[in-house]
């Protein structure tokens, strides 16, 4: 026993290894190189001759673990990341950057069995001080997860959330109808529009138009994605034919009439909404139709008439303000300022007389007298203003009224810059006091305000209004009559 243990002793005093201890007063030096023959002897233990025996040759015919193979083979893995950065790597190229020999320490042999395989291994103090294996070390493999991108096992629910998230993934490993829908209802699940709408244009693609109109007829969410998609990217014929699978006449006939807007030949285009006059609307939108198709008829007549007008140079009021547009295809409202603006004193039985387009389009007085105020003033007929306000009661009085309040009146008249004494008429109209006496300061008509002032006997504001008139003026001595009084 004691034999043994001496053997023992011997063994461990005989190592080339020496246990660390505290009190050892060694340099860093003497331990480095110590460290470095024990690495070093490693290489006799490891050493596995068995694989000389086995000619090692790469795809390009050079022996494996040569120097040459080793920066090919990490070089190649990088060849991607590197061929957009260096012009001068191209595809087949056989031109590899130079390394020394002792850089490379990599054989076949090494990267299944998870170590090098060279004549002598480098020193624990030349692997971490050589620069080149960091450079041209083969790429480690990455981890499976990173590598789901490409996989086509994703469940229906993973897919959608992974293209909420903005992921690229391939819908069309979802070949059964089952499939399809469950990933329909997921994606309505999810509340992401831009989804729904990737998954229906998927479904439009690989399925027929009888089962998608029979599957979305039980899916609103979907449907109503479908609908307005089709209704965006003026997909009519698809659309019509779903609205008409759906029995929706309504919303078919809407549809039918929209495609109005794509006929730019006026004649073409009232042809068209005289058919869809017949089409079955509902009783308020078929009036709707029914006025369109009567005002691009008359629009017609007019603008043929204007034009002939225009260009004989028989009308005064198309020398002195020249026509800028076309009236065809222009909304209602447009149509009733340009009859105003140049056909306003017409007999009414004309289509162009205002008066006309007012019976027939059946326009309200609000919108017909703020439409001829504003065509009036911009012309600045003062007298036709007056005339659109002034009317007799059954005694044969005369009394102004606006349908739209006088303080409109004054803010139109400003605007197209009225003279003061006709904004003064208007702006006495207005029955409110503050807002008489607002617009009045606001606009400078002087003697409103002063009226205004003597009539509720405000003799203080009389006094401080007399300081913003001009001295020695009508507006003054006014004042000062008033105040004496």
């Known amino acids: 026993m004691s034999r043994v243990r001496a053997d023992e002793e011997e063994y461990w005093h005989s190592s080339k290894c020496r246990a660390f201890v505290f009190d050892d007063e060694e340099d860093e030096l003497s331990q480095l190189k110590e460290s470095k023959r024990a690495v070093n002897s490693l290489r006799d233990i490891v050493d596995d001759d068995d694989d000389d025996d086995l000619e090692r040759v790469s795809w390009s015919g050079e022996p494996v673990g040569t120097i040459s193979w080793s920066i090919k083979e990490t070089a190649f893995s990088s060849t991607s990341s590197l061929e957009g950065q260096d012009s001068s790597l191209q595809k087949g190229s056989s031109s590899y950057p130079a390394l020394p020999k002792q850089v490379s320490s990599y054989s076949l ?137 759906l029995d929706r006449t309504e919303e078919l006939a809407l549809s039918q009439y929209r495609e109005h807007l794509n006929i730019q030949d006026v004649e073409k285009r009232k042809e068209f909404l005289k058919g869809c006059i017949g089409l079955p609307f509902s009783a308020e939108d078929s009036s709707h139709i029914q006025d369109h198709y009567t005002l691009l008829e008359r629009q017609i007549i007019i603008e043929a008439n204007d034009r002939h007008l225009e260009t004989a140079g028989q009308s005064e009021i198309f020398r002195k303000y020249p026509r800028k547009a076309l009236i065809l295809n222009k909304p209602l409202v447009t149509t009733l300022f340009y009859c105003c603006f140049y056909h306003y004193r017409e007999a009414e039985g004309t289509f162009s007389s205002p008066a006309n387009l007012k019976k027939t389009f059946k326009i309200p007085d609000k919108q017909y007298v703020l439409t001829a105020l504003a065509a009036r003033a911009k012309l600045r007929a003062w007298d036709d203003v007056d005339a659109l306000f002034t009317t007799k009661n059954w005694l044969g009085y005369t009394k102004k009224r606006a349908p739209i309040g006088f303080y409109r009146v004054v803010e139109i008249l400003q605007r197209n810059n009225a003279p003061v004494q006709v904004l003064q008429e208007y702006v006495r109209l207005v029955e409110d006091v503050e807002t008489r006496l607002n617009l009045a300061t606001k606009y400078k008509c002087h003697d409103v305000v002063i009226e205004t002032y003597r009539d509720i006997k405000d003799r203080v504001q009389l006094t401080a209004y007399k300081s913003k008139v001009e001295r020695g003026s009508a507006e003054e001595e006014k004042i000062n009559n008033i105040l004496s009084n």
Not at 157 to 172: A, I, N, P
Not at 227 to 237: D, S
């Open 109 to 245: 042999s090494s990267l299944f069995k998870g170590r090098n395989k060279l004549s002598s291994f480098q020193s624990l103090s030349d692997a971490l001080s050589d620069t080149g294996v960091k450079n041209y070390a083969p790429e480690l493999r990455r981890p499976k997860s990173e590598y789901k991108d490409y996989s086509s096992d994703w469940s229906p629910k993973d897919t959608v959330r992974r293209m909420q998230r903005g992921k690229v993934c391939s819908l069309e490993r979802f070949r059964s109808l089952q499939d399809k829908l469950v990933l329909l209802d997921e994606a309505v699940a999810g509340h992401d529009g831009n989804v729904i709408t990737a998954v229906l244009i998927f479904l439009k693609r690989t399925l027929r138009r009888e089962i998608l109109f029979r599957e979305l007829e039980v899916r609103q969410v979907a449907l109503c994605h479908l609908i307005h998609f089709l209704r965006e990217t003026g997909e009519q014929k698809l659309l019509l034919d779903l609205l008409r699978f």
